[in-house]
């Protein structure tokens, strides 16, 4: 059986990282049977998580387990996707994970507020003397990282507008479609999903959600999504 590593269930999500919900979504549609287990980033294959275990094979990245699933277990949800549709569904997923995904961790880490409503949580087993000196390590940690992505390096209001623009293009794209690419789901939906989700969650009082808010469609996008595949999650099928 497979074995997909992840943080756990957090913020009304099946996972606090879209990466990790993602594989799941993608676990799911292929129909195999896989339990979930807490995984440890310092021995994380690639020091970060998803990652899953199958049979002995390890494989990291959300991606490479999708090709996984792909070649081993026959997931062929693409298979009536022509040629440009696929590249359509590759670039989409691309935005959303090397550009709307900072934009994501810079509103929970970087805010305070939002950091207290959401990401604090990651530390209270830390014995208290030392948990505010790890807080402010990780989270300079990750401010030099946004930096080095580029986001950071924008003001407040200009980091707004080009994540903005990428929810914009995801809602314009998916219109009134059942899914991503049509009628029917196909693997870019595990992206779209996760990452919609998370910019929606409510946990997060962000103007990025606010953005996401006013995309009716994409709401019940994620609704759909859930109900398809996260049943027990009933905020997020609530959506629908």
């Keep these: 059986m497979i074995t997909l590593y992840g943080f756990g269930p957090a913020f009304g999500l099946p996972d606090p990282s879209a990466f990790v ?12 049977p896989y339990r979930v287990a807490l995984g440890n980033l310092r021995k994380a294959p690639k020091g970060k998580l998803p ?11 959300s991606t490479l387990i999708r090709w996984h699933l792909e070649k081993k277990y026959g997931l062929a949800l693409d298979r009536g996707l022509s040629d440009r549709e696929r590249a359509v569904a590759w670039a989409f997923e691309r935005m959303a994970e090397e550009h709307l995904y900072w934009a994501l961790v810079h509103a929970r880490w970087v805010d305070d507020a939002n950091f207290d409503r959401g990401p604090r949580q990651f530390f209270a087993s830390l014995p208290a003397p030392l948990r505010p000196v790890v807080i402010a390590m990780v989270r300079r940690g990750v401010r030099r990282d946004l930096h080095g992505q580029g986001l950071a390096r924008h ?12 929810i914009d293009a995801i809602a314009e794209y998916l219109g009134d479609k059942p899914y991503f690419m049509g009628d029917a789901p196909t693997t870019v939906d595990a992206t779209m999903f996760a990452f919609a989700a998370h910019a929606l969650c409510p946990q997060f009082v962000t103007p990025l959600r606010t953005a996401a808010e006013r995309h009716g469609p994409l709401r019940r996008y994620v609704g759909r ?3 398809r595949y996260f049943p027990d999650y009933g905020e997020l099928v609530a959506a629908a």
């Design 51 to 61: 990652y899953i275990d199958d049979d002995g094979a390890v494989i990291a990245d």
């Design 21 to 32: 919900m993602k594989a799941e979504t993608l676990l799911k549609m292929a129909g195999v």
């Design 225 to 227: 999504m859930a109900e």
């Design 155 to 166: 003001a407040p209001e200009d980091l707004l507008r080009l994540a903005t623009r990428s």
